[in-house]
C-alpha cells in the first residue's frame, strides 16, 4: 500500500466529518505554545512529571505523548541508569489499559512513546514505564529505526536548549488487537519543534520490521490521524524540513 492510500484509508476510518473539539489541557508546559492538539476521539489526559499522555481506553494505547527537552534535562538524563519498571497506571482502571501479559509471545514489544532515556529523574524514568505509555511495537522497529529517532531527538538538544517532542501510534480499520483488546498500530509518528529556528521535523513509519527513516509533512499526519496539531505552527506544517544536526 502507497503512502497516499495510507493517508486516504486512514481518513475513512476516523471520520473527518467529526466535530474536532478543542482540547484544553492541564499541563501545557509540554507543548510549545501551552495549546494541546485538537482530537475527537476521547481520551484521558495524565499529566506527568516530564511529559504528558492523552491515553484512548477505547485503544488502549496513547493516542500520543509529548514534552518538553532541554539541554540541561538531557544532560541529566545521561546520567541515569535505565532500571525497567513496566507497571500499570494509577489514572486509568486496570482493565482499560494494556496488561503486560497481553504481549507475551506476540513478537511485539511494549514500545516506548516518551522514551526512558529522555527522563532527567528515576520518577520520571518510573513514569515513561508506565503501560498508559506504551504501545504494541514490532521488536525490529522499536529496537533499530525508532531508538535512532530518539538518540536524534535527545542529540538535537546539544545545539538547541529547547525541543519539543509529540509522538504516537496510527491506527486503520485493518489493526491487529493483542488477546485483552489492545490495538496493534499500522504506523508511528514523531514530530519535532525547534523554538530558536521555528523549524519542525516530522517522522513517519510503518509498524513493520525493516523500515528505514521517512520524512513526511505534519499536515500529512493531520490527514492520516484526524489529529489537528494547534501547538506547531501552521507555517511549517506543508514543509519537509532538512534534518537538523
Not at 516530564?50 to 544532560?75: C, G, R
Not at 482499560?96 to 532527567?120: F, L, R
Not at 530558536?196 to 499536515?219: A, G, H, M, W
Amino acid at each position: 500500500m502507497n503512502f497516499n492510500h495510507l493517508i486516504l484509508k486512514s481518513l475513512l476510518f476516523v471520520g473527518m466529518s467529526a466535530y474536532l473539539v478543542a482540547a484544553p489541557t492541564k499541563c501545557p508546559q509540554f507543548f510549545p505554545n501551552k495549546v494541546a492538539p485538537d482530537i475527537s476521539i476521547k481520551y484521558i489526559e495524565i499529566c506527568n512529571t516530564e511529559f504528558v499522555t492523552a491515553f484512548s481506553t477505547d485503544y488502549k494505547n496513547p493516542l500520543y505523548s509529548a514534552e518538553h527537552l532541554t539541554t540541561e534535562s538531557i544532560q541529566a538524563a545521561g546520567k541515569l541508569t535505565r532500571k525497567d519498571a513496566f507497571h500499570t497506571d494509577t489514572n486509568v482502571p486496570a482493565d482499560k489499559q494494556s496488561s503486560q501479559k497481553a504481549y507475551v509471545g506476540t513478537g511485539y514489544d511494549k514500545g516506548h512513546v516518551v522514551p526512558a532515556g529522555d527522563a532527567s529523574t528515576m520518577t520520571a524514568q518510573f513514569e515513561t514505564f508506565s503501560m498508559a505509555n506504551m504501545t504494541p511495537q514490532v521488536g525490529d522497529n522499536n529496537r533499530n529505526l525508532w531508538r535512532l529517532l530518539e538518540t536524534y531527538t535527545r542529540d538535537l538538544t546539544k545545539t538547541h536548549k529547547d525541543v519539543y517532542m509529540i509522538s504516537g501510534p496510527i491506527f486503520t480499520a485493518n489493526d491487529k488487537k493483542l488477546s485483552d483488546g489492545t490495538q496493534v498500530p499500522d504506523a508511528y509518528f514523531k514530530i519535532l519543534y525547534i523554538p530558536d529556528s521555528n523549524t519542525t521535523i516530522c517522522f513517519y513509519c510503518k509498524n513493520l520490521p525493516k523500515q528505514e527513516r521517512q520524512q513526511v509533512k505534519v499536515s500529512d499526519i493531520e490527514k492520516m490521524t484526524g489529529y489537528k496539531f494547534t501547538e506547531i505552527p501552521e507555517d511549517t506544517k506543508d514543509k519537509i524540513m532538512s534534518i537538523v544536526k
